[in-house]
């Protein structure tokens, strides 16, 4: 893992709740960095954080909102976050009441690190 | 097509054994493999199924020494004989310099026989060859097999041989005739390659 | 209409649902040999045929060159094309040896696919039969088995 996205990976997962973060080629889905704690399924999360985009950004365009920066799925028990930098993503899973503001900063940093 | 390397003086050429499934030409190469000395031959290559039929290919190397001061290599390759398996057959049948067809000598198989001959003639007509320019031997092996079972070699010479090929009879089991086709191919080969360089001179 | 057919009835469900999650165009599930089990996306006996063929003779190929290299198999191919990516696996069930060709485009990706390949795998495992030992086959009987699983395949 390069030094930068390692250090990036290491901001992101200090946010208090973030169980796992990752950098994701988001055309494959495949995991090309991660920073994950036991039990997260790296793989798993890499795919669907991509397919997820891909569909969200079919909706944006669709609807003439433009291009996607930042998506938040927020479910009962956790979160799904991604940052999108070019062809890769920026993607951390966290519990629900992750402080999302302080999440979302560290990985738009991380996205334009990666750019 | 042949790898001529005038600087090392090196010939690569690539010999396909060819033929119907189970006519043997896998026992060519395993014979030839058995008796050629370790520094003349490369490791053997057998992409076969579970039931010992080739699948994909057998490969194997081998160094011929000197001739007309080039030292010569040959790639040795079997394909898989069964008609499921056109497909890769047909790759490994592209570039081939050469083609030895192992007829299957036994009456229940002429038609098997032909309808490899007649595969053959279309896969390298897919490839662009004209295969009446492609150098080739026919092998009649089996011919240990009982009298009764078999045809002579005269007999399936009107059967299968068109083109008026140099045609050797062998029984590859017990490596007859096995080292005469692959001299035979070999003289084909060099000799077409030699005509080859003489006209591109002329040329 | 694409469509899943079978010759062994117990990998439908799990292929259905693997076509399903993965949006898969083309699976076929084989044999080392080549000998087709289970397809989706194939109308026509020789394309299916020669991808199986093909798919055999690669997995066969990598499966050689993973030994020289000094690795006892790879777990599994992809290739990437302009339109359509190529997932190309083997996985061990208790009915043998078995392989899966997946072919699939942009409205998915080697990751999804990736995903839910593992799924597949443990469904088959689940739902196979115990292999039951086989005799020495046969040249004629081999080829027939490769010809006859085709003929099931478009009911011919």
């Known amino acids: 893992m390069s030094e930068a996205l390692s250090r990036s990976l290491d901001r992101i997962s200090r946010v208090r709740g973030v169980r796992g973060s990752l950098f994701v080629a988001a055309d494959d889905g495949l995991a090309v960095a991660q920073l994950l704690m036991e039990g997260v399924n790296g793989k798993t999360v890499a795919a669907f954080a991509a397919s997820l985009t891909r569909k969200v950004s079919g909706a944006a365009g669709a609807t003439g909102a433009g291009r996607v920066r930042f998506v938040q799925m927020q479910c009962e028990d956790g979160t799904l976050l991604v940052a999108l930098a070019g062809e890769l993503l920026v993607v951390a899973l966290a519990d629900a009441g992750v402080n999302i503001g302080l999440a979302r900063l560290e990985m738009m940093r991380a996205a334009e690190t990666a750019l | 097509m042949s790898l001529v390397n005038f600087t090392t003086r090196e010939i690569t050429c690539k010999i396909v054994y060819y033929g119907p499934g189970r006519s043997g030409k896998t026992t060519n190469l395993q014979y030839i493999y058995g008796q050629v000395p370790d520094d003349r031959r490369g490791r053997m290559v057998s992409l076969a199924t579970q039931t010992d039929r080739t699948l994909f290919f057998d490969f194997l190397p081998l160094e011929l020494g000197s001739i007309s001061g080039f030292t010569t290599k040959f790639q040795l390759y079997t394909v898989p004989g069964q008609v499921y398996y056109n497909a890769t057959r047909k790759l490994v049948l592209q570039g081939a310099d050469g083609v030895v067809f192992v007829a299957d000598s036994q009456i229940r198989q002429l038609d098997e026989n032909l309808e490899s001959l007649q595969n053959l003639h279309q896969n390298v007509l897919e490839h662009g060859i004209d295969i009446r320019t492609l150098p080739m031997v026919m092998q009649f092996n089996k011919q240990d097999l009982p009298r009764e079972l078999i045809l002579a070699p005269q007999e399936l010479d009107d059967a299968l041989n068109f083109r008026g090929a140099q045609t050797l009879s062998a029984d590859a089991l017990h490596g007859q005739g096995v080292f005469e086709t692959l001299k035979a191919i070999s003289a084909e080969v060099l000799r077409k390659l030699s005509e080859s360089s003489a006209t591109a001179r002329r040329g | ?156």
Do not use: K
């Open chain 3, 1 to 156: 209409m694409t469509t899943t057919t079978v010759v062994e009835a117990w990998t439908e469900q799990p292929l259905v649902r693997f076509v399903g999650q993965s949006s898969a165009r083309i699976v076929v599930v084989m044999t080392p040999a080549g000998q087709v089990l289970a397809q989706h996306g194939f109308t026509r006996a020789v394309d299916l045929m020669s991808a199986a063929a093909l798919g055999a003779a690669i997995m066969a190929s990598s499966g050689a060159l993973a030994q020289q290299v000094g690795e006892s198999t790879f777990g599994a191919l992809y290739h990437a094309g302009q339109r359509h990516g190529i997932h190309l696996a083997a996985c061990n069930t208790p009915r043998g040896r078995l392989i899966v060709l997946t072919v699939f485009g942009r409205e998915t990706s080697i990751g999804l696919v990736q995903v839910f390949f593992e799924e597949f795998v443990i469904a088959l495992r689940q739902a196979a039969p115990v292999e039951e030992p086989r005799g020495p086959v046969l040249p004629a009987d081999f080829e027939n088995e490769l010809n006859s699983s085709l003929a099931t395949l478009f009911r011919r």
